[in-house]
């Protein structure tokens, strides 16, 4: 399950810190956004141009993990662009901040028209019969 909470953060870096003298390295991965599977994949597509860039597959992100879990990074943040929107973070004002979630948050409605196609059920015709 994908944490980005600064307080998980906080508590895996002071981990680090406090189990590195005995040779135990703790990492946190921030992956950001991932297609993991057909629902969410199809819902990462209908985001604007910024978010598309920055989704991630799997495939990519083990590969940024394993590299800094071998180079014993306290922190692991996969992508330039998921790096960048962490830089925007701590500079931008709390105001802005909170604009921009509300503004994602109303494009993300659960009429969506991919979400209606995923509730279908399996055994709905697909074709309608013509009376």
């Known amino acids: 399950m994908p944490l980005q909470n600064p307080l998980f953060i906080f508590f895996s870096k002071s981990l680090h810190d406090e189990l590195q003298k005995d040779n135990i390295h703790v990492s946190v991965l921030c992956p950001g956004g991932m297609n993991t599977n057909l629902s969410i994949t199809l819902m990462n597509k209908t985001g ?15 590969s940024v993990a ?4 071998l180079m014993k990074k306290k922190v ?24 921009i979630r509300n503004k994602a948050m109303k494009r993300l409605n659960p009429t969506s028209r991919f979400v209606d196609y995923l509730d279908k059920p399996v055994d709905a015709p697909i074709i309608k019969k013509i009376a």
């Not at 978010?51 to 799997?58: A, E, K, Q, T």
């Open 48 to 62: 604007n141009f910024l978010s598309r860039l920055s989704i991630m597959n799997p495939e990519e992100v083990v």
């Open 76 to 99: 692991i943040i996969p992508g330039g662009i998921n790096k960048s929107f962490l830089l925007l973070d701590k500079i931008l004002p709390e105001f802005i901040k909170k604009t």
């Open 66 to 69: 394993m590299d800094g879990l």
